[in-house]
């Protein structure tokens, strides 16, 4: 199983209700796709907002973070103040690093060819 976690700050309760919904309005579509095995989004008393998806495998995950819809989730992530974003496989951890490794796959030359 592989966990993507992010968590995003907010400068108020407005603001974290904001990030909540726009997360919460993602999750539906996020559930739908092959692998995904569970997808959750809460505030705690920080205005803190928590975001974690778990998926079945790697390939998964790599297919999810190269689809047009996580550029959806990397939009509401530029709403919040300092996003933290964790990717759990398991024996490594990884951060927004993985993100640009996995797209710029699909920009390389002969890439998807």
């Known amino acids: 199983m592989v966990r993507i976690s992010v968590r995003l700050d907010a400068a108020s309760a407005r603001g974290a209700q904001d990030l909540l919904d726009a997360l919460r309005f993602l999750i539906p579509a996020t559930q739908r796709q092959a692998g995904c095995l569970s997808c959750n989004a809460w505030t705690d008393s920080s205005q803190t907002v928590h975001y ?33 974003v964790q990717f759990d496989f398991g024996t490594s951890t990884r951060g927004l690093d993985y993100v640009v490794e996995e797209r710029s796959r699909d920009a390389a030359p002969g890439a998807g060819h």
């Open 52 to 84: 974690i998806e778990e998926w079945a495998a790697e390939p998964d995950v790599s297919r999810r973070v190269r689809g047009d819809a996580f550029t959806r989730l990397l939009s509401v992530l530029e709403l919040s103040r300092n996003p933290r």
